[in-house]
């Protein structure tokens, strides 16, 4: 089925330092979620988008839904130990209820 | 308030066996989709169903099989259960059919011997 991907798959940070990570999609979608999962629990949501251009922020994360709506950008900015954790972004079409996952950015922060 | 909540937490079965996986979504949320998470992957769409009604079917075998019930809450079903099917299964909740956020329980962890 439809697979999502995300890049870069790992990253290995400072704390303090800004986090940029993307996924993008062959497909057009018209709603995108942008989860955080940690061992052993259910992905978190974190920011929602519904809107092409789009710009949506919680706290020091922001998300963007690309123009083409084939894309979407979460960044983290002054990371922290506890945005230790896999995130992924997930897509919906306009036809369809399900949501499309991506591959998933494994995020380490070095105190 | 509650958030999705899924039973058991962990689960051991044998091959051929069957299994059922439960999950109450959040109050007032009348939409429940289920997933299924392998290691080191994203979570793959099973089912997905509205108003006791299925809105949804992903790529798995007639093995799989769910129904929500007149509260929302909902079961999964694996019938003839196979060493692959070993993984988290998530359970997320939905306000409505379409074009909503989606509220993930923590997941029942299968492991099939």
């Known amino acids: 089925g439809q697979q999502l991907n995300q890049s870069p798959q790992s990253m290995f940070i400072q704390e303090g330092e800004d986090v940029s990570m993307n996924c993008t999609s062959s497909s057009i979608f018209n709603t995108w979620l942008w989860y955080k999962q940690e061992p052993g629990e259910g992905p978190v949501l974190l920011i929602a988008l519904y809107k ?3 710009l949506t922020s919680n706290g020091r994360l922001t998300a963007q839904f690309g123009i083409t709506r084939k894309d979407s950008f979460l960044n983290i900015s002054a990371s922290i130990p506890s945005d230790v954790g896999i995130y992924f972004c997930a897509g919906q079409r306009n036809t369809g209820n399900q949501f499309y996952f991506g591959t998933g950015t494994s995020l380490t922060v070095i105190p | 308030d509650a958030g999705v909540t899924q039973s058991p937490t962990h689960l051991i079965k044998t091959r051929g066996q069957h299994v059922t996986l439960r999950c109450s979504p959040i109050s007032g949320h009348k939409s429940v989709s289920w997933y299924q998470q392998v290691l080191g992957q994203g979570p793959q769409f099973i089912f997905q169903y509205y108003e006791k ?3 949804g ?3 798995f075998p007639d093995r799989f099989s769910a129904r929500q019930f007149p509260n929302y809450s909902s ?3 694996v019938n003839a259960l196979l060493l692959g099917d070993s993984a988290l299964y998530l359970c ?3 306000l409505g059919a ?3 956020e989606a509220f993930f329980g923590q ?3 299968l492991t099939v011997v």
Request: net charge negative; aromatic share 0%; hydrophobic share 15%.
């Open chain 1, 52 to 54: 092409a251009g789009e």
């Open chain 2, 53 to 55: 009604e299925e809105r």
């Open chain 2, 57 to 59: 079917r992903g790529n």
């Open chain 2, 75 to 77: 079961e999964l079903n």
């Open chain 2, 92 to 94: 997320a909740s939905s």
């Open chain 2, 98 to 100: 379409h074009g909503t």
């Open chain 2, 107 to 109: 997941g029942t962890r």
